[in-house]
């Protein structure tokens, strides 16, 4: 099995050829049929009892009804295009101040394949212009990452970020798409707005 199972699954050829030019040779005695014969149904029951069986051992990409694909009821409009693979349609926002928490939903629409998976990071930024926390994550709990999206499809990813207090007043997100690898992050543009390399979503008010 494993990586033995597949090197001999490679050689089953080999003894195919070996048959055919015995075959040519000793197929007038009656003997050498039958060992031929023998020999070439052990290969065949070999192959499909052990060797057919071995799997890649990679794991199985997630179906799209990993996604939620709903889109959200009520939300807040965005358009924000990231270099041309994906536009954030729109977003919810809401602070819980006996959690302190932002619980954050963002609407998806693919436009073009990745390359390969992209982090989200978001920075929470107080009325008094100071940030109250950030994070990073991939999309959906990392089981949907955005290799998976499908030109046109949509995506829901809810996620939760942690504050370190929460003041009355209006909150701001920053929002990017970014390679964790490098850190580089994807050019995004608004409609009617210059290239940058994140985009604002707010106000979220706290009374």
Same mark, same amino acid.
């Given at each position: 099995?494993?990586?033995?199972?597949?090197?001999?699954?490679?050689?089953?050829?080999?003894?195919?050829?070996?048959?055919?030019?015995?075959?040519?040779?000793?197929?007038?005695?009656?003997?050498?049929?039958?060992?031929?014969?023998?020999?070439?149904?052990?290969?065949?029951?070999?192959?499909?009892?052990? #060797?057919?069986?071995?799997?890649?051992? &990679?794991?199985?990409?997630?179906?799209?009804?990993?996604? =939620?694909?709903?889109?959200?009821?009520?939300?807040?409009?965005?358009?924000?295009?990231?270099?041309? *693979?994906?536009? #954030?349609?729109?977003?919810?926002? *809401?602070?819980?101040?006996?959690?302190?928490? &932002?619980? #954050?939903?963002?609407?998806? *629409?693919?436009?073009?394949?990745?390359?390969?998976?992209?982090?989200?990071?978001?920075?929470?930024?107080?009325?008094?212009?100071?940030?109250?926390?950030?994070?990073?994550?991939?999309?959906?709990?990392?089981?949907?990452?955005?290799?998976?999206?499908?030109?046109?499809?949509?995506?829901?990813? *809810?996620?939760?970020?942690?504050?370190?207090?929460?003041?009355?007043?209006?909150?701001?997100?920053?929002?990017? &798409?970014? =390679?964790?690898?490098?850190?580089?992050?994807?050019?995004?543009? &608004?409609?009617?707005?210059?290239?940058?390399?994140?985009?604002?979503?707010?106000?979220?008010?706290?009374?």
């Amino acid at each position: 099995r494993g990586e033995v199972g597949r090197l001999l699954l490679g050689m089953m050829p080999l003894v195919v050829f070996v048959a055919a030019q015995a075959v040519t040779e000793r197929w007038e005695q009656a003997l050498d049929r039958v060992s031929i014969s023998i020999a070439l149904a052990l290969q065949i029951i070999v192959m499909v009892a052990f #060797l057919r069986v071995i799997g890649t051992e &990679l794991s199985m990409p997630p179906a799209a009804g990993a996604a =939620d694909s709903v889109a959200l009821a009520e939300k807040k409009p965005v358009g924000a295009v990231f270099d041309g *693979r994906a536009e #954030l349609t729109g977003y919810t926002a *809401r602070v819980d101040p006996t959690a302190y928490t &932002l619980d #954050l939903a963002l609407e998806w *629409r693919s436009l073009g394949r990745f390359d390969h998976p992209y982090f989200l990071f978001a920075m929470v930024v107080g009325p008094d212009g100071q940030p109250l926390g950030d994070d990073n994550w991939l999309p959906i709990r990392g089981s949907y990452p955005t290799t998976c999206w499908a030109p046109g499809e949509t995506i829901v990813d *809810r996620h939760t970020l942690a504050l370190r207090g929460v003041p009355p007043g209006d909150y701001w997100i920053s929002l990017a &798409l970014f =390679d964790f690898d490098s850190g580089e992050r994807l050019p995004v543009v &608004l409609p009617g707005a210059e290239e940058e390399t994140q985009v604002g979503l707010g106000p979220v008010g706290v009374p």
